[in-house]
């Protein structure tokens, strides 16, 4: 299983970002994914998940909004738009998913918003 996010860079206060998250080695349409996010200095937190149908979302209350995650299943990718940024959304962004036993992590992409 590997989960590479990509997207991430240096964006000014109202900016937007598509972040990526490429998934192999599992059949991804079974399962349900998520993105976490990690700012400087603080715990890892959810920012929302998805349905492995991509019918269903659901989203922390800090992004509700401006946050939308979407999924494509014949690319084997999700995907996390993030409009008006704000400079608390700097943070590395993560995407995970339970398969199996196990929960999987990509390697995170630093979003950071700064004038």
């Known amino acids: 299983v590997q989960l590479a996010e990509s997207g991430g860079g240096l964006v000014q206060p109202g900016g937007s970002l598509r972040l990526s998250c490429a998934a192999s080695?599992?059949?991804?349409?079974?399962?349900?994914l998520s993105w976490f996010r990690q700012p400087p200095g603080k715990e890892r937190e959810l920012v929302g998940a998805?349905?492995?149908?991509?019918?269903?979302?659901h989203y922390a209350d800090s992004v509700k909004g401006r946050f939308t995650i979407s999924r494509d299943n014949t690319r084997n990718t999700m995907y996390l738009q993030i409009d008006t940024l704000k400079p608390e959304d700097t943070a590395v962004y993560y995407c995970?998913?339970?398969?199996?036993?196990?929960?999987?992590w990509g390697q995170g992409t630093q979003v950071t918003v700064s004038s």
């Open positions: 995970t998913g339970q398969i199996g036993d196990e929960r999987y």
């Open positions: 080695g599992f059949t991804f349409s079974n399962y349900p």
């Open positions: 998805i349905a492995s149908n991509g019918r269903g979302t």
